[in-house]
């Protein structure tokens, strides 16, 4: 993990924390509206 450090990890998890309370409908309509995008790292796969 040394492209962030301790404190972006911190918000990062606080970020999921409120991300997994998003309910089935709520997450769908993000989706829908783009204003919550998948990111992906093609050079992963």
């Known amino acids: 993990m040394a492209?962030?450090?301790h404190r972006?990890?911190?918000g990062f998890?606080?970020?999921a924390k409120h991300y997994a309370n998003l309910?089935?409908?709520r997450t769908?309509?993000?989706v829908k509206s783009k204003e919550l995008v998948e990111i992906c790292d093609d050079s992963k796969k």
């Open 3 to 5: 492209n962030i450090n």
């Open 8 to 10: 972006e990890l911190m």
């Open 13 to 15: 998890r606080e970020l």
């Open 23 to 25: 309910s089935e409908e």
């Open 28 to 30: 769908t309509a993000l």
